[in-house]
């Protein structure tokens, strides 16, 4: 049996037997994070946070299509009950471009993050998002984190507009960016397409941009309801769709 046909069983299985999944992912770990889970709890929808552990609790503020809007990171002692029934994840311990750092500071970025998250969240952190824009991954990347830390799946910000499952889960590309402005058009082409084989809409994003209305609060909502409460769909967070 190929790799491809391996991944697909899997999923199968770990979907109660469904062949269509929905899975979201935010990064950074912002007090906005508290209004998206609302919104996603209210529909039954599962996400997964990737957040930087040595930059919990600090302030900040950023300029976002032309709107300064709060980037304040949440509290530790709260990470546990903001994003519970949620999945945790790495996001490195400060946020750098992994491209540009040796070996020895890639493990140290990913794996102590993953071992802070793990202690302040209560079990053990095995997800990822890579950090920063643009060319934020490659294969020594990929390799290194895969060989050298308890890291099981990491996520690149490449949309592929697709949903077919990815047998490299250590460079797994997202269908969509939530800001994207054909998102409600992959959605809808979610929703209508017919496959024998397991098909996943990954959504990702930070919630900051809401409030900067790349997307605004109402039209993500809004985008939710038409996902949610489908007899069709597996609603999971990263690590329950991808079976690790």
């Not at 912002?30 to 302030?59: A, C, P, W």
């Not at 299509?65 to 790495?90: F, M, S, T």
């Not at 949903?163 to 054909?182: A, H, K």
């Amino acid at each position: 049996m190929s790799a491809e046909a391996n991944v697909n069983k899997s999923c199968q299985n770990k979907w109660c037997g469904k062949k269509k999944a929905v899975t979201f992912s935010f990064d950074d770990g912002v007090t906005q994070d508290i209004r998206l889970i609302e919104i996603l709890n209210r529909y039954n929808l599962k996400g997964t946070f990737n957040i930087n552990s040595d930059l919990l609790g600090r302030s900040g503020e950023l300029n976002r299509n032309g709107r300064d809007v709060r980037h304040d990171k949440v509290q530790p002692c709260d990470l546990r009950a903001i994003y519970e029934g949620h999945e945790i994840a790495v996001h490195t311990l400060t946020h750098p471009n992994l491209t540009q750092l040796d070996g020895d500071e890639i493990i140290r970025q990913v794996e102590q993050d993953r071992k802070q998250l793990s202690q302040l969240c209560g079990y053990e952190v095995v997800g990822m998002a890579y950090p920063c824009g643009g060319v934020n991954n490659d294969e020594r990347v990929a390799e290194i984190i895969k060989n050298n830390t308890g890291v099981k799946y990491a996520r690149t910000i490449t949309s592929t507009h697709k949903f077919d499952m990815q047998t490299e889960l250590f460079r797994f590309n997202p269908s969509v960016y939530y800001i994207e402005e054909n998102l409600g058009e992959v959605i809808d082409s979610f929703l209508r397409i017919k496959s024998d084989e397991p098909q996943l809409l990954y959504i990702w994003g930070h919630s900051y941009e809401m409030d900067a209305e790349y997307i605004t609060w109402e039209k993500f909502e809004s985008l939710c309801a038409v996902l949610a409460n489908r007899d069709e769909i597996f609603y999971g967070t990263n690590r329950e769709v991808f079976g690790v």
